[in-house]
């Protein structure tokens, strides 16, 4: 049953958020008393950080649009260096609708999806020069620039004449993955056997399921082989999951900073972020289309992410221990009233007063309200499922398909002593205890060449990941794995931001 909050007892739950009871007003007395004492009394503490949240919500209300659906586009530019990810309009993306029931890995089928779609370059005749291009968590279809859409799009760097896709030579593809919000059938979507929205009834998906979906597109398009899947973040997921459920209709896989089997440390770190929003009262366990949004959880999560995006070293060359610049004062303070005042040091603000406390603050308030809470939920839960080793895939009653047959290359197969390591990339001197039962898992990728890159400051997808990916390959008798890291400071990010070194490996990788 829809148990949303009626409008009413909304109205009454933000007058109670934003008009302090009896009871606040007396701990705020209470911790007043804290602060140091003077020769006039203590000012009562302010909290701008969490009254932001209370005015948030107020405005919200204030709007009549507290569904997701009524939400507007935020096209303005971040103040950090990472691509906005704004809520598209559908006008801006095509929509393929399929009929037919999707098999899905967890649950029953879905009876018909749709699927939110981007192109960029020109479809050959042949339907031979097709990139695959999968998202990260967050991103719509939207990675470059468009007529109908002129944003910048998330990977507006590496998209066009002459750059990494070059769209002179190749026709992308990006869509929405399955379970997003961005035009793609996920928890925000109306269930045609109701009329309802999803929620929370919405099936938990896979990657696999993912792919199946933008497999279901391409089949729609007459696009029978793939000249390339590339796929970064979760994307990097996606591109292999691609290589080892289509062995035989993809030409080549690129995998940029993604992993083979989800660590626990990053699995920790995106229940942390589902931990935070699904204690927003406002989530109301997935039932909020027709009330508030979860904006304060959802500002928490991103936070949190944020953190794992990027690297310390990176946050002491940005930001170092620098606080914020304080407005003037309002009101010019008479120096007899102040005199023993002079001496003290600037007094420390319990709300963001370090630059990189108002960095992560920014982050959270531009994101709230621009993603599905339930997509957030259920997508990072996809990536914490995803692990290509051979008895997780067997538990999934998955049946490795054989290497694709090339006539062009040599046939391997796995066994558990075989390597394919070059003098410059040596088997690891200290190998995980599931490396084999992941070279076991890729088997299918044996005979598709394949890039794998990753970043060495990258906390989220640790440059570990990459090296058991690439072991894990040559392990199962591929002798097409080219292999790169990246330095610098960016973590994470890096695959957005280093656009000549990911855009130069990609370039060589597609020639």
Same mark, same amino acid.
């Given at each position: 049953?829809?148990?949303?909050?009626?409008?009413? /007892?909304?109205?009454?739950?933000?007058?109670?958020?934003?008009?302090?009871?009896?009871?606040?007003?007396?701990?705020?007395?209470?911790?007043?008393?804290?602060?140091?004492?003077?020769?006039?009394?203590?000012?009562?503490?302010?909290?701008?950080? =969490?009254?932001?949240?209370?005015?948030?919500?107020?405005?919200?209300?204030?709007?009549?649009?507290?569904?997701?659906?009524?939400?507007?586009? @935020?096209?303005? /530019?971040?103040?950090?260096?990472?691509?906005?990810?704004?809520?598209?309009?559908?006008?801006?993306?095509?929509?393929?609708?399929?009929?037919?029931?999707?098999?899905?890995?967890?649950? /029953?089928?879905?009876?018909?999806?749709?699927?939110?779609?981007?192109?960029?370059?020109?479809?050959?005749?042949?339907?031979?020069?097709?990139?695959?291009?999968?998202?990260?968590?967050?991103?719509?279809?939207?990675?470059?620039?468009?007529?109908?859409?002129?944003?910048?799009?998330?990977?507006?760097?590496?998209?066009?004449?002459?750059?990494?896709?070059?769209?002179?030579?190749?026709? =992308?593809?990006?869509?929405?993955?399955?379970?997003?919000?961005?035009?793609?059938?996920?928890?925000?979507?109306?269930?045609?056997?109701?009329?309802?929205?999803?929620?929370?009834?919405?099936?938990?998906?896979?990657?696999?399921?993912?792919?199946?979906?933008?497999?279901?597109?391409?089949?729609?398009?007459? =696009?029978?082989?793939?000249?390339?899947?590339?796929?970064?973040?979760?994307?990097?997921?996606?591109?292999?999951?691609?290589?080892?459920?289509?062995?035989?209709?993809?030409?080549? =896989?690129?995998?940029?900073?993604?992993?083979?089997?989800?660590?626990?440390?990053?699995?920790?770190?995106?229940?942390?972020?589902?931990?935070?929003?699904?204690?927003?009262?406002?989530?109301?366990?997935?039932?909020?289309?027709?009330?508030?949004?979860?904006?304060?959880?959802?500002?928490?999560?991103?936070?949190?992410?944020?953190?794992?995006?990027?690297?310390?070293?990176?946050?002491?060359?940005?930001?170092?221990?620098?606080?914020?610049?304080?407005?003037?004062?309002?009101?010019?303070?008479?120096?007899?009233?102040?005199?023993?005042?002079?001496?003290?040091?600037?007094?420390?603000?319990?709300?963001?007063?370090?630059?990189?406390?108002?960095?992560?603050?920014?982050?959270?308030?531009?994101?709230?309200?621009?993603?599905?809470?339930?997509?957030?939920?259920?997508?990072?839960?996809?990536?914490?499922?995803?692990?290509?080793?051979?008895?997780?895939?067997?538990?999934?009653?998955?049946?490795?398909?054989?290497?694709?047959?090339?006539?062009?290359?040599?046939?391997?197969?796995?066994?558990?002593? @075989?390597?394919?390591?070059?003098?410059?990339?040596?088997?690891?001197?200290?190998?995980?205890?599931?490396?084999?039962?992941?070279?076991?898992?890729?088997?299918?990728?044996?005979?598709?060449?394949?890039?794998?890159?990753?970043?060495?400051?990258?906390?989220?997808?640790?440059?570990?990941?990459?090296?058991?990916?690439?072991?894990?390959?040559?392990?199962?008798?591929?002798?097409?794995?080219?292999?790169?890291?990246?330095?610098?400071?960016?973590?994470?990010?890096?695959?957005?931001?280093?656009?000549?070194?990911?855009?130069?490996?990609?370039?060589?990788?597609?020639?």
């Amino acid at each position: 049953m829809h148990c949303a909050p009626q409008k009413q /007892s909304i109205l009454r739950l933000a007058r109670r958020a934003i008009i302090p009871s009896p009871h606040t007003r007396v701990l705020r007395a209470s911790s007043s008393s804290c602060l140091p004492a003077s020769g006039s009394s203590s000012p009562n503490p302010s909290f701008p950080c =969490v009254d932001a949240h209370a005015a948030r919500e107020s405005r919200i209300i204030a709007s009549s649009a507290p569904k997701l659906s009524h939400f507007k586009p @935020q096209l303005s /530019s971040e103040s950090g260096p990472e691509p906005p990810y704004a809520r598209p309009n559908p006008l801006s993306y095509n929509v393929y609708h399929h009929e037919r029931p999707l098999p899905l890995t967890y649950a /029953s089928p879905l009876p018909s999806v749709d699927i939110a779609y981007e192109t960029w370059g020109t479809l050959s005749p042949n339907k031979d020069n097709v990139i695959l291009l999968h998202t990260g968590l967050s991103a719509s279809s939207h990675a470059a620039s468009t007529p109908a859409n002129p944003a910048d799009g998330w990977w507006e760097k590496f998209i066009g004449p002459g750059k990494a896709l070059d769209t002179n030579q190749f026709f =992308v593809i990006c869509t929405n993955v399955l379970g997003g919000c961005y035009g793609t059938t996920g928890p925000s979507s109306v269930d045609p056997s109701t009329g309802e929205r999803y929620a929370t009834r919405f099936p938990v998906v896979s990657i696999f399921d993912m792919v199946r979906a933008q497999f279901c597109l391409l089949d729609h398009l007459g =696009v029978h082989k793939l000249y390339a899947s590339v796929g970064s973040s979760m994307g990097a997921m996606q591109s292999l999951a691609v290589g080892w459920l289509y062995p035989e209709r993809v030409g080549k =896989v690129a995998s940029i900073s993604g992993a083979a089997r989800s660590s626990p440390g990053s699995i920790a770190m995106r229940y942390a972020q589902r931990s935070v929003l699904m204690a927003d009262p406002n989530w109301n366990k997935g039932f909020y289309y027709d009330g508030l949004p979860p904006h304060t959880g959802m500002k928490l999560a991103r936070q949190i992410a944020t953190i794992t995006y990027r690297s310390g070293p990176e946050w002491d060359q940005r930001f170092g221990r620098k606080l914020r610049q304080l407005p003037p004062p309002e009101t010019p303070v008479s120096s007899s009233s102040v005199s023993s005042d002079l001496n003290l040091p600037r007094i420390p603000a319990l709300c963001p007063d370090f630059l990189i406390e108002t960095y992560l603050d920014h982050q959270g308030e531009q994101f709230c309200l621009k993603y599905d809470a339930n997509s957030l939920i259920y997508i990072s839960k996809a990536m914490d499922l995803f692990d290509m080793t051979l008895p997780a895939l067997r538990e999934l009653n998955l049946v490795p398909p054989q290497p694709r047959t090339d006539s062009t290359q040599h046939m391997s197969h796995f066994t558990p002593t @075989q390597t394919s390591h070059s003098k410059s990339h040596p088997p690891p001197t200290n190998p995980p205890p599931h490396l084999p039962d992941l070279a076991e898992g890729l088997g299918p990728l044996a005979n598709t060449p394949t890039l794998i890159l990753g970043v060495q400051s990258d906390i989220l997808f640790p440059v570990e990941q990459q090296r058991e990916v690439a072991d894990a390959l040559r392990m199962a008798g591929n002798e097409q794995v080219s292999y790169y890291e990246l330095g610098g400071v960016w973590g994470h990010d890096t695959f957005l931001l280093d656009v000549l070194n990911v855009g130069g490996a990609i370039r060589g990788f597609l020639s």
